[in-house]
Each structure stands twice: as structure tokens, then as C-alpha cells.
């Protein structure tokens, strides 16, 4: 199983285009351009998974809008695609993503990551989530949709939020 060490490339290679990923630790903030917070949310011993779809599941999160900090966008993201409110959340690193081939060559992307503990809210989905799964932490990996490529980074933000990292 493998596992994103801190500073590792991961190369992901969709539709053409080459990026690179890496994982930072939360005290070593990356240099890019601020691309959201995601969150691995948890509320009475189960995890949140949200689809647009019902077949891609995946974490709340998503990009920032003006004067947001990287707490500010994983709270509004929670609240809009979870229908969730975030009681208290605790940093677990920092994706940095750099496009190596493809339209958006040399662009450097970088994302916050988050254990967050919620509270759900009626599911009123307003956004681009139609569904909402709470999964035990235990099925969280298989519940997953982890696109290609993607594997070491996601089992980090598991293993750092204190979940199993599946195989």
C-alpha cells in the first residue's frame, strides 16, 4: 500500500494532462495558488461522503470565494454541499498540484486539508450534491471514489484524520 510521504510527486495523469501531487504537511504551507479546503467530516462515529451523482462519492470541499481563509471555505463548502455546520476542525496537510503538461502547464494549485467534526442540518441541497452518506470509518476507503492516480494522497488524508487507509 502506498502512502504519500511529505514532499513525494504523485503523478496523475488524466485527459491528456501530466500533474504532479504532493503532500505537506500543515505546518509547511506550500507556495501556489490557494485552490479550497476539503474535510473528512465526522458526526456520531460515521464519516460524510457526498455525490452530485450517486455514484461519485467524495469529501465536502471545494474552491474559495473572495476573503475567504482556508476555515472559512471548508466551513461555507460543509454547510453548502453537506448540508453539515462545522463545530470544530483541525488541519491535516496541504495538497500542492502542478500541472506539468496539458492547457494549464506550470499552473500550481494548492488545497487544504481537514479533519472536521460537524453537525448535520436538514438535507436541503441547494449546490451540485444531490446526495449525503454517513459510512463507517471502517468502509470509508471502499465508499470512496478515488480517481486514478489519487491513491497515496488520499490514504494520507486518511491515516492523518484517523481513518482506515483500506489497502
Not at 454547510?79 to 455546520?85: D, G, I, L, Q, V
Amino acid at each position: 500500500m502506498h502512502i504519500a510521504t511529505d514532499g513525494e510527486a504523485v503523478d496523475i495523469i488524466t485527459a491528456g494532462d501530466h500533474w504532479q501531487s504532493s503532500w505537506y504537511p500543515p505546518s509547511n504551507l506550500p507556495a501556489g495558488v490557494p485552490h479550497g479546503s476539503t474535510g473528512v467530516c465526522a458526526v456520531g462515529g460515521h464519516v460524510i461522503l457526498v455525490s452530485g451523482d450517486g455514484k461519485y462519492w467524495q469529501f465536502p470541499g471545494g474552491r474559495p470565494e473572495a476573503g475567504e481563509d482556508w476555515s472559512d471555505t471548508l466551513a461555507r463548502e460543509v454547510s453548502e454541499e453537506a448540508c453539515a455546520t462545522v463545530l470544530g476542525c483541525r488541519l491535516l496537510g496541504f495538497s500542492r498540484g502542478v500541472c506539468m503538461r496539458g492547457p494549464e502547464q506550470g499552473l500550481v494549485l494548492v488545497r487544504a486539508l481537514w479533519r472536521a467534526d460537524v453537525r448535520l442540518d436538514a438535507w436541503t441541497p441547494e449546490h451540485e450534491m444531490v446526495e449525503r452518506r454517513l459510512v463507517p470509518p471502517e468502509s470509508v476507503w471502499d465508499a470512496l471514489s478515488v480517481p486514478t492516480g489519487w491513491e497515496p494522497i488520499y490514504r494520507r488524508i486518511l491515516i492523518e484524520a484517523g481513518i482506515p487507509a483500506g489497502q
